[in-house]
């Protein structure tokens, strides 16, 4: 039987396509050329700072539990005793049968420990970034933003189909040429009040100003810095004593110093209404388990009143520091528990980390494309969970290994 003309251009076609996971599984290969293949780690049990991994037990500098709230008794408490009431998952979307008390009172703490109108939650802090920018933004639109933002947010931008304009990092003036370039537009800037991978913090009141003369909304996402900066943790734009005015946009996760999980945006009334109606990262996912909610709200109570924890959080990165300096390591300027040592070349951060595993504990190590070609670092993260011994035996071990000639 003769084969028809169409069976024949349909046979070439799909001959002639690409195909996808083809190209998928060569640029894996590439990146396993590099060296900079990203891989998992399973742990098989926790204990304060402390894995269990590979069948060791290592003390682990990489974790942003930084208030050592992820194994607090009083939290899983919370959870369990919600669980009994309202079962594991809830079931449903917010906005279908989803939201339950649990949520609505974990919203209203949110708002009031940040000082704003009304909060709203989100699963993660990824789908609250795009939630927010897509509602926000129209296309074509403005969005300026610091290099060195974490991704969810350049996502965000141009998930909305915004013009996505970077300026380097803190570079106030830069951010203002900018935003003056577009003075017709809606415009909004948005920055990470802690940078994930530096540590440092943003300079807000500069950047509330900038955007008050411009006309600008400010966004600020705060998952580093809320729990952290603040007389009561309520994070680094009340740091910068910057009302809901001059922050009109304030996420922050709670997966890091709550250590629970998910995502806020706090603001005006208008705000959550808003997103509430067009933020689709919201409006179609399931809402976050009812129990999260009431373990957030406790580990939100614990943050707030518990000042001992951020007490004891930044004396130890005073400690840290003051070794690190006395040891001549290339350790970046920060102030947060984000304390990163800069050891530019990918695979000397690498065989960092792997003597440093071998000494029992924990750091990993930070390549591109997460960071710059040539700025590979350790990322040492602090917790309230650790102790002073802890901070001296990653001193000691640092200090066994050949870092201070590190090329930044």
């Known amino acids: ?27 894996t290969a590439d990146r396993v050329r590099a060296q900079l293949q990203r891989r998992l780690r399973i742990v098989t049990g926790v204990e304060g700072p402390f894995v269990e991994t590979g069948g ?25 005793q ?49 939630g927010v920018m897509q509602a926000l933004l129209q296309r074509g639109e403005p969005c300026v933003q610091d290099k060195l933002n974490h991704a969810c947010l350049l996502d965000g ?18 951010a203002a040429r900018q935003l003056h370039g577009d003075a017709d537009a809606c415009a909004l800037l948005a920055t990470d009040g802690v940078f994930s991978m530096d540590g440092d913090i943003a300079p807000l009141r500069e950047l509330a100003e900038l955007c008050s003369r411009e006309g600008a909304t400010l966004m600020v996402d705060d998952a580093h810095g809320l729990g952290v900066l603040g007389d009561d943790g309520a994070g680094s734009a009340t740091e910068a004593s910057l009302s809901e005015r001059e922050v009109p946009v304030l996420m ?63 004396a130890l990165i005073r400690r840290f520091r003051h070794g690190a300096q006395q040891l001549g ?19 000397r951060a690498m065989d960092t980390s792997r003597a ?34 802890h901070v001296d035996r990653l001193l000691d071990a640092l200090a066994s290994l050949p870092l201070t000639d590190a090329t930044v």
């Open 1 to 27: 039987m003769r084969t028809s003309w169409r069976k024949k251009a349909a046979d070439t076609a799909v001959a002639a396509r690409p195909d996808l996971l083809e190209r998928l599984a060569v640029q």
């Open 56 to 80: 060791r037990r290592l003390l682990t500098f990489c974790s942003n539990d930084y208030l050592g709230l992820a194994r607090d008794p009083r939290l899983i408490a919370a959870w369990k």
């Open 82 to 130: 919600a669980a009994d009431v309202s079962g594991v998952g809830s079931g449903s979307a917010h906005l279908i049968c989803g939201h339950r008390s649990e949520h609505a009172e974990l919203e209203e703490a949110l708002a009031e420990w940040t000082g704003r109108e009304r909060a709203l939650l989100f699963s993660t802090g990824y789908m609250a970034n795009l």
């Open 157 to 174: 931008a141009q998930l909305a189909g915004a013009t996505l304009k970077r300026y380097p990092h803190a570079d106030v003036e830069a």
């Open 252 to 314: 922050a996760t709670l997966g890091k110093a709550l250590g629970c999980s998910g995502a806020f945006v706090a603001g005006s009334a208008s705000l959550i209404d808003g997103l509430i109606q067009f933020a689709r990262t919201y409006i179609y996912t399931t809402a976050m388990p009812p129990a999260l909610a009431a373990a957030t709200h406790c580990a939100v109570t614990l943050a707030r009143t518990e000042n001992w924890r951020r007490e004891k959080l930044q």
């Open 329 to 347: 390591l290339p350790l970046m300027p920060s102030r947060t528990a984000i304390q990163p040592l800069l050891l530019g070349d990918a695979q």
């Open 356 to 389: 440093l595993e071998a000494q029992g504990l924990l750091v990993v190590a930070i390549r591109p494309p997460t960071v710059p070609q040539g700025q590979a670092r350790l990322r040492i993260t602090l917790s309230a969970a650790h102790e002073e011994a």
